[in-house]
């Protein structure tokens, strides 16, 4: 640590990741947006097939394998 210190100190240090946080990334940026559109994606597609598919079941029905009777 008192190496780094010392280094630092040194006028002539010049850092390359003053300021430079992983989220200011451009692939950060666009990994997030992937993932999100990804996700409205998945909901939106979700949300269409429940619409689209048919319910095996019939309310008017009366159970058949019912052992109650």
């Not at 390359?16 to 990994?31: C, H, L, N, S």
Request: net charge negative.
């Amino acid at each position: 640590m008192a190496e780094v210190k010392a280094e630092m100190e040194n006028p002539n240090y010049v850092s390359f990741v003053d300021g430079e946080f992983f989220y200011q990334k451009p692939a950060f940026i666009i990994t997030t947006g992937a993932v999100c559109g990804g996700i409205i994606v998945i909901l939106i597609i979700i949300a269409a097939a429940k619409k689209i598919t048919v319910n095996p079941y019939d309310d008017e029905e009366p159970p058949f394998y019912s052992p109650i009777e």
